[in-house]
């Protein structure tokens, strides 16, 4: 039943979109080193992101606002060089894709320069020019909608989304029209569990859900919450994998990998 768990070859794009054709579970986690991606592949995790929470649980900073490309760069070469089965995705960090040159520049830098194999970037409808031009470069994209921590400043803190009609109606199209603009991949943040699962069955595109329920196609955490070693809050969708087994870190990652492909996790207390 989880053939995608024992793997020889790179997790491509084409990979997970059977593995949602199939209804298996994608297994995303992030990472911003090589001895922890070193781990993840190990233990069978499908998709690594480097994500921009690495200005948050690795810089000590209050928000992802600070991260440049260059700290994007940096992390990425390093997980690159700790795994290589694991689709490597790659966060564009706040304002790198202000204007289509610089999102286009910054995009190649996380390629060439970080290794990473598609790039992550926040927004709906305002950002399908820039989806349809790393489309046209060959530049896989995965899309973000939901709760967008770039734009904590501007929305005044972290809270779930999609939770009215009109919302969510909205997130729809916007997960509609990334698709159809070329994204490959969609992450779900901090939205109602009913908003995930209508959106995942909307869509061709696998979705990876983070407090999104756990019909998405699949998970994303961050790596620090499910050890248990995050500064600070703990968002409410996360949950402490190293707890209640005798495994350490290889037995947390193996635990996570296990709960999201049987579908165990995410469970009510994750979800909105
Ligand atoms: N450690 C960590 N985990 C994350 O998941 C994460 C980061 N850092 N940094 C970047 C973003 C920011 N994220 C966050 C941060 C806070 C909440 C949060 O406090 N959420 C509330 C929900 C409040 C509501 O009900 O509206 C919660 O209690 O979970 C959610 C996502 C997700 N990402
Ligand atoms: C939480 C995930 C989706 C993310 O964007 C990050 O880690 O930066
Ligand atoms: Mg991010």
Do not use: W
């Not at 480097?50 to 690795?58: K, R």
């Not at 998970?219 to 350490?248: C, M, W």
Request: glycine fraction near 12%; proline fraction near 4%.
């Amino acid at each position: 039943m989880y053939t995608e768990a024992i793997r020889s070859k790179p997790v491509t794009v084409a990979t997970l979109r059977r593995m949602k054709a199939n209804g298996e579970k994608i297994v995303v986690l992030t990472a911003y080193d090589a001895s922890f991606a070193g781990l993840m592949e190990a233990a069978g995790v499908d998709v690594i992101l480097v994500g921009d929470s690495l200005g948050m649980v690795v810089q000590g900073r209050d928000s992802t606002v600070p991260v440049s490309v260059d700290d994007m760069v940096y992390h990425c070469s390093m997980v690159a060089r700790g795994s290589h089965l694991p689709l490597l995705i790659a966060d564009l960090p706040f304002m790198s894709y202000a204007t289509l040159d610089q999102g286009l520049r910054n995009a190649a830098r996380l390629m060439q320069e970080g290794g990473a194999r598609m790039v992550k970037l926040e927004g709906g409808s305002e950002v399908l020019g820039f989806v349809r031009a790393l489309c046209h470069n060959g530049v896989p994209v995965c899309a973000h909608l939901g709760l967008l921590p770039q734009s904590v400043h501007k929305v005044g803190g972290y809270r779930v989304q999609g939770r009215d009609e009109v919302s969510a109606r909205r997130m729809l199209d916007d997960a509609l029209a990334l698709q159809d603009a070329g994204a490959d991949l969609l992450v779900l943040e901090c939205i109602p569990a009913e908003l995930g699962t209508r959106i995942s069955e909307a869509l061709e595109i696998p979705t990876i859900g983070i407090g999104a329920g756990v019909d998405c196609d699949g998970q994303v955490l961050v790596v620090y919450d499910i050890l248990d070693i995050t500064l600070g809050h703990r968002p409410k969708f996360s949950r402490n994998f190293i707890a209640g087994q005798e495994g350490g870190v290889r037995g947390a990652l193996e635990a996570y990998v296990r709960a999201v492909r049987q579908g165990e996790f995410p469970a009510p207390e994750h979800s909105f």
